[in-house]
């Protein structure tokens, strides 16, 4: 479960209240959120391809879990992520800026956003975690040398925050894949896997992305609550790379020649296919 407060009083407010008659059972990497009202579920091409230019291809149609983009749907209009705390209440900017996890096995999370750890028994062991490329490790850290990751293996909490002026979302996986810029990426359930790859853009070096895949909790951090914005076939999306916080879905995506590019402006990729596009307009 990843509950969501002010980074103050998140683990002190959580061990307070925990006891043993009404500690919450949740299945392992599977923090869970309250319900919202489920959007029906996009349906996607069933061919494979890849997902943009030095992107390893993914076995399966990857899609949002339905409880956490309402309206995702590929032929609906543009929506953003729909986040609810555990009580059922939205949560609003000042509650997104932390997150506290509760770990029942594993969790790999971006050291620098880790705040707190409150374990259960021994202390959490750490692992360092590297890029992987076609299922094979890299000698390089995942995050890159200024924000390497950890694999963090025990029982307890974990209390993690936004970078400055950056909120917390969360996305959730069910045997399922999406792509969140390794900028972005925060921390996942220790039961998904990772796969690096790169979105070529034109005006600047290859952006680094993540693929995030099997099940359990994401956490993505951005200025603010990503925009879905739905592809259908025979449709082209254009939009700033800059802005580009990941996808799913069924997408090719590639850099846009300043000729083509809307309003001749630089910067530019286009997406095509059945997917959705994850956008931060902050």
Known sequence: ??????????????????????????PP???SFAPTEPPRR????????????????????????RSTVPGARADSAPSRLNMASTSGSQLDGSQRRSALIDVDESWAVRSDAVRGLLAHGPAFSSTPLTRRARGRELDEPLGGPGSPWIQLTGTGQ????????????????DDNSVYVRESCLVAFAG?????????????????????ISGR??????????????????QQTLAVRADDVVGWTGRLLGHPLDLE??????????????RGSVLVDLG
């Open 1 to 26: 479960m990843v509950d969501f407060g002010d980074d103050s009083e998140g683990l002190e407010r959580a061990e307070a209240t925990r006891r043993p008659s009404d500690a919450p059972t949740v």
């Open 29 to 31: 990497h599977r923090p």
């Open 42 to 65: 996009p349906s996607f091409a069933p061919t494979l391809g890849r997902l943009g230019p030095s992107v390893p291809p993914i076995l399966g149609p990857p899609e949002l879990d």
């Open 158 to 173: 974990v209390l993690v925050g936004a970078s400055p002026e950056r909120e917390l979302s969360a996305l959730e996986l």
């Open 191 to 211: 039961g998904a896997r990772h796969e690096n790859g790169r979105l070529a853009s034109a005006s600047a070096e290859p952006i680094a992305m993540v693929q």
């Open 216 to 233: 359990g909790t994401v956490l993505i951090e951005s200025r603010w609550p990503p925009r879905v914005l739905s592809i259908i076939e």
């Open 260 to 273: 083509l590019a809307p309003l001749k402006t630089p910067g530019f990729v286009a997406f095509s296919g």
